[in-house]
């Protein structure tokens, strides 16, 4: 299957920091990313829609401005979380559709702890 | 809203024994299912997906899908403890590209 590669696996930053988090599809083309947030014993949540060359689109009660995407080239996506809190600790996820028959791929995972 | 049920479990089953996964959804015009695997502290790997009502074999692993009923299921035989995982269900919506909307996934502990 194709493979996302998400860099850092694991970042503790302090509050108020920015802290951004790279995800890569490296044998295939991706025009649109997915970013997930996974809180402990909870499922994915969809935060937003990666768009290349276009802006992201914002799930319903994400905010954007905290949660900066951008998606420059068909190989990369990015999220930061600017200003982090305590209450944005959490697992981010990124995907990648498969071209042949739509499932997503996922990176690895990024954990975030904000002290 | 569109919702992903799932039995959050804990399901508990002994080495060697079929592993039964349920999964509803409410959005009638679903097309696409699939079923992720997830490891305490990784992310999701895909399992299956199936499309068409029916079962799908894929080794120890059986899909089966009833749209009638929307409702669809993993089974897994011969279970092995390096099986125990959260499994998670996961539909793609009618009218959405490429967006999967995910159970919250049921844990399944295999017991030696």
């Known amino acids: 299957g194709a493979v996302v590669s998400q860099h850092p696996s694991w970042v503790i930053c302090k509050s108020g920091t920015s802290v951004k988090i790279e995800c890569r599809s490296l044998d295939f083309q991706a025009t649109t990313m997915f970013w997930y947030r996974q809180f402990p014993k909870q499922s994915l949540m969809l935060m937003a829609t990666s768009n290349e060359g276009s802006k992201a689109t914002y799930e319903q009660g994400v905010e954007k401005d905290k949660f900066l995407i951008n998606h420059a080239s068909l190989t990369l996506s990015t999220l930061t979380v600017t200003s982090a809190h305590p209450e944005d600790s959490s697992f981010y996820i990124c995907?990648?559709?498969?071209?042949?028959?739509?499932?997503?791929?996922f990176g690895e995972g990024s954990r975030l702890t904000v002290l | 809203q569109k919702e992903v049920e799932q039995n959050s479990g804990p399901l508990s089953v002994p080495e060697g024994a079929i592993a039964s996964l349920n999964c509803t959804y409410s959005d009638r015009g679903s097309q696409s299912f699939f079923w992720y695997r997830q490891y305490s502290g990784k992310s999701p790997e895909l399992i299956m997906f199936i499309y068409s009502n029916g079962d799908k074999e894929d080794g120890r692993f059986t899909a089966q899908l009833n749209k009638a009923s929307q409702y669809v299921s993993l089974l897994i035989r011969d279970s092995q403890p390096s099986d125990s995982a959260t499994y998670l269900c996961a539909v793609k919506l009618s009218g959405s590209n490429y967006k999967l909307t995910f159970g919250k996934g049921t844990l399944l502990t295999v017991n030696p």
């Open positions: 995907s990648a559709p498969g071209v042949a028959s739509g499932e997503l791929f």
